[in-house]
């Protein structure tokens, strides 16, 4: 059975993190210490390390102890949301344990449910002895205020594009791939959005294919979609244009967070050269952080969001209400610029 690279290549110490050097070191001064707070919050965006944090934290504080003596629990709240799961976990701990320290991670703690929260509560105001908790999101404000006090709260922070190269340098030479040119690399280090495990995943599907070119990194990732053609349509006021070209866009199947984030770096591109006015860009970014926040769901479900968020993005900054005609603005001056900052 062929194991995954972001399996085969996950961090088993803290040299193997990148970006999060501050966040490290105090890791490393805990472990120098032998002691862990009861409850500590890692956020970050998926791939990032959160959960082999925890893993590598629970290893090297219990470097001692043996496999399966309950030294290490991690649950996957998304598919345990429920309070039957915490309070199974709850009778779980009472069992003693070998080891030196027990952790426990939650993985997308965020799904929890809020009885369940209530629950971890309880847990929490009276934490078993040497067991501490970890709780790993993507989204660290839908925890509650409640767990939030109770907890240290670290950031596991994106990858740096060089950091994410130099790593599929190593496992390129390390799995023998014929993959070498820099070009290529370089691509998926920077598509891979700060995350070593799409870059793994994506270098991995690379091997597959019979064209190992940044065209086709483009194509596998869904980074090839231009929104350009889009946007020009949204500022000459064309509807049916705009609904020509983001089904053009939703026919890529095309990963709706990216694609948001090409609307932000294409509207910038347009501010920059002058196309839309100060105020358009300013309008454009403020409708572009709420439609970052896409709730999670099924793809038909956050595409509907996206359509939604297109044309509020339409309404608010390049139409005025009559078809076929766009907004008369006056293009900033860098003196109306500097005036905003």
Not at 171 to 179: D, L, M, N, R, S
Not at 235 to 260: F, N, P
Request: aromatic share 6%; glycine share 4%.
């Amino acid at each position: 059975m062929t194991t995954s690279l972001a399996s085969k290549y996950r961090p088993q110490t803290f040299d193997d993190f990148f970006g999060s050097e501050l966040t490290v070191l105090m890791f490393r001064k805990m472990l120098a210490t032998n002691t862990l707070p009861p409850c500590l919050v890692l956020s970050g965006r998926h791939g990032t390390g959160k959960t082999s944090a925890a893993r590598i934290l629970s290893s090297e504080i219990n470097s001692s102890c043996t496999v399966n003596d309950l030294s290490f629990i991690e649950i996957d709240a998304a598919s345990n949301s429920g309070v039957d799961n915490i309070r199974s976990l709850h009778e779980q701990l009472r069992y003693s344990h070998s080891s030196t320290w027990r952790v426990v991670c939650l993985d997308e703690a965020h799904m929890l449910s809020t009885s369940a929260f209530n629950a971890l509560l309880k847990t929490l105001e009276d934490p078993p002895p040497r067991t501490s908790f970890i709780l790993a999101t993507t989204k660290p404000e839908a925890i509650p205020d409640t767990i939030h006090s109770r907890a240290m709260s670290f950031r596991i922070n994106s990858i740096p594009v060089n950091d994410i190269a130099k790593r599929l340098i190593h496992v390129i030479q390390q799995e023998g791939f014929p993959t070498r040119d820099a070009k290529v690399i370089m691509r998926i280090a920077t598509v891979a959005q700060g995350s070593m495990r799409n870059a793994l995943f994506l270098l991995q599907q690379l091997q597959l294919t019979d064209s190992q070119t940044v065209e086709t990194v483009d194509l596998l990732s869904g980074q090839g979609a231009s929104t350009k053609d889009l946007l020009y349509a949204m500022i000459s006021g064309d509807v049916l244009e705009v609904e020509v070209e983001l089904a053009s866009l939703q026919e890529k199947q095309c990963d709706v967070i990216r694609l948001v984030e090409t609307l932000a770096s294409d509207i910038r591109t347009f501010f920059d050269s002058r196309i839309i006015t100060s105020k358009q860009y300013l309008k454009s970014m403020e409708v572009l952080w709420s439609m970052r926040k896409l709730d999670s769901g099924s793809e038909s479900r956050l595409r509907m969001q996206f359509e939604a968020g297109i044309f509020a993005l339409f309404s608010q900054c390049f139409w005025n209400g009559e078809e076929g005609k766009a907004k008369e603005e006056e293009v900033a001056t860098s003196e109306d610029l500097t005036a905003l900052s």
